[in-house]
């Protein structure tokens, strides 16, 4: 049976961090950042299972349920604050919402 060299997966999870790190940057929709902050997440998941996998213990695949059980948590207060500040502000452009001013 052929492996797959963790390299390609490394690889893979270094691409998935570098695009979400460049959207968190560059874009200016607060749901896109959301996306791209779930992108970096599951890029460092999947790192944690390859390295896992490669070295033939599971504490990195139990690592990643708890790091999945924080993003969903993390998603779900997120956009309850997206939807929150959408309500009063009528706009979800980072740029354009100042909480602080009055």
Same mark, same amino acid.
């Given at each position: 049976?052929?492996?797959?060299? %963790?390299?390609?997966?490394?690889?893979?999870? &270094?691409?998935?961090?570098?695009?979400?790190?460049?959207?968190?940057?560059?874009?200016?929709?607060?749901? +896109?950042? $959301?996306?791209? %902050?779930?992108?970096?997440?599951? &890029? &460092?998941?999947?790192?944690?299972?390859?390295?896992?996998?490669?070295?033939?213990?599971?504490?990195?695949?139990? $690592?990643? $349920?708890? +790091?999945?059980?924080?993003?969903?948590?993390? &998603?779900?207060?997120?956009?309850?604050?997206?939807?929150?500040?959408?309500?009063?502000?009528?706009? +979800?452009?980072?740029?354009?919402?100042?909480?602080?001013?009055?």
């Amino acid at each position: 049976m052929l492996s797959i060299p %963790i390299e390609y997966y490394l690889i893979l999870s &270094a691409f998935m961090f570098i695009v979400g790190v460049t959207g968190v940057l560059i874009r200016r929709n607060a749901i +896109v950042v $959301f996306m791209c %902050i779930e992108l970096m997440l599951n &890029a &460092a998941n999947l790192s944690l299972v390859a390295f896992s996998s490669y070295h033939g213990n599971p504490v990195g695949q139990i $690592f990643v $349920f708890f +790091v999945m059980t924080v993003a969903a948590a993390e &998603a779900t207060v997120g956009l309850a604050i997206i939807i929150a500040i959408f309500r009063n502000k009528l706009t +979800v452009n980072v740029d354009e919402i100042n909480i602080f001013k009055w």
